[in-house]
Structure formats: C-alpha cells, structure tokens
C-alpha cells in the first residue's frame, strides 16, 4: 500500500512569508503527527491530529499551526517565517487506535524548508 | 525531556556489533527505535512497552530496563545497510500526551 505522502518536498522562502506543508497518511491511518528535524535540535514534536482534532501539542510559538481534514489529510503551516525555522519537517502517520505510545509511526520522507 | 543517546556516533566494520543506548530521567511508557538514512524517512525498528511487551523487526533486538529507564538497541553480525542514524523515542505515557521525544540520534557507519 501506498506510504506517507509529503508534498512539497523542497522549498525555498524568505523571512515573513508563511508556507503551507501537506500530508495524506496509509489509507486507514486516523492519526497524523508533525516532527521538526534540525542538526541541533534533532526531531521535535509539533503537534498530533486524531480525527480532525488537535490532540496533543509540543513546545512551538502560536506561529505553527495545523489542521487535518476529513479524509485524514494533513496540513501544516508556519507564518511569519524565521531563519530558524530553516528544517526538514517530517510527518508521520498511525492508525490512531489504543495507546499511542505503543502506536508505530510510519513516517514520510519529508519537506525540506529553507528560509533565506 | 529529551532521552540521551550513546554513543553520538560509532565506526565499523562489516561484521562487527554495535550497542546503542538511550537513557531517560522520567519513567517511560515504552521506547521506539528508528533509523533514518541520509535523505530518506526514518524506519521503524522496535518498540519495547512497559511491562516487556516488544513489536518489531526479527533481526533487531533490544532490551528496556524499566528501573533504570534505560533501553539499548543490539547490532549484531553489521552489515552495509545498517549505516544510519538511529533515534530512540520515548513515551511518559499509554495515552502520547506529549507525543514521541527523540534522542539527538547515534551515527552508524559500516566499512566494508
């Protein structure tokens, strides 16, 4: 079956735009989850969507925010860019059900965001 | 907070074992292994659930010390395609309140 589609995979943008990252989880997958990947700071939880709903939140400015739609598609988006926010966001998709800890994330391969 | 990984990174030969540890001040709900090549979307490798309960890859086993907080990843017989990073995650709770917190990751090469 299909995996964990990140569109786009690359792109580039400058400080104060806003950019708009999408994910389609496994056919199935009700729960999609959002990771930060940077050499410094390694992979770091944005936040997790669960049947449309936001239900869990890491440690990141009001700036990044998400939503998931009805077909379990996923959408990310950033505003008012900052250099810092130059990384490889990575989503990862589950199906959702019982204890997430024990959930394994099937992750995609990424959008590489560069701001200038 | 975030586990600690040992080593940051680690040399091989082809052949040889390697032993990764990740480390947690806070009592875990379990640990997931993956392992991310250059470019490419990290790949689960395991699971180890408080209480014992493990999921994961045949080839890959790992052990977690539930008193110390403590798993550890065992490479044995490497071979080329275990070149990588690999992260643990960890899990405070059944429910992933928090989500995953990731280790900065252990850099694996294999020479041949």
């Known amino acids: 079956k299909a995996g964990v589609t990140q569109t786009p995979r690359y792109l580039i943008k400058t400080r104060g735009q806003q950019v708009t990252l999408s994910c389609s989880p496994i056919?199935?997958?009700?729960?999609v989850s959002w990771y930060q990947q940077t050499p410094g700071q390694g992979l770091q939880f944005l936040f997790e969507?669960?049947?449309?709903?936001?239900?869990n939140k890491g440690n990141f400015p009001g700036r990044f925010s998400g939503r998931q739609f009805s077909n379990s598609r996923s959408e990310m988006n950033v505003s008012t860019l900052e250099l810092g926010d130059s990384a490889l966001y990575l989503c990862?998709?589950?199906?959702?059900?019982?204890?997430?800890?024990?959930?394994?994330?099937?992750f995609g391969a990424g959008s590489r965001l560069t701001v200038l | 907070q975030q586990p600690v990984q040992s080593p940051q990174a680690v040399i091989l030969r082809e052949g040889e074992d390697a032993v990764i540890n990740c480390s947690s001040s806070?009592?875990?709900?379990?640990v997931h292994w993956y392992r991310q090549k250059h470019g490419e979307a990290p790949v689960f490798l395991m699971i180890?659930?408080?209480?014992?309960e493990q999921k994961g890859h045949e080839k890959i086993s790992a052990s977690f010390n539930e008193k110390k907080q403590q798993s550890s990843l065992y490479l044995t017989a490497s071979q080329l395609s275990y070149s990588g990073t690999y992260f643990c995650?960890?899990?405070?709770?059944?429910?992933?309140?928090?989500?995953?917190?990731f280790g900065k990751g252990t850099h694996l090469i294999i020479q041949p």
């Open positions: 806070k009592a875990l709900y379990s």
């Open positions: 995650g960890t899990a405070l709770s059944g429910g992933g309140a928090d989500g995953l917190t």
């Open positions: 180890l659930l408080k209480g014992g």
């Open positions: 969507y669960f049947s449309e709903t936001q239900r």
């Open positions: 990862a998709s589950t199906t959702g059900q019982g204890n997430s800890g024990a959930n394994v994330l099937t």
């Open positions: 056919s199935g997958h009700r729960s």
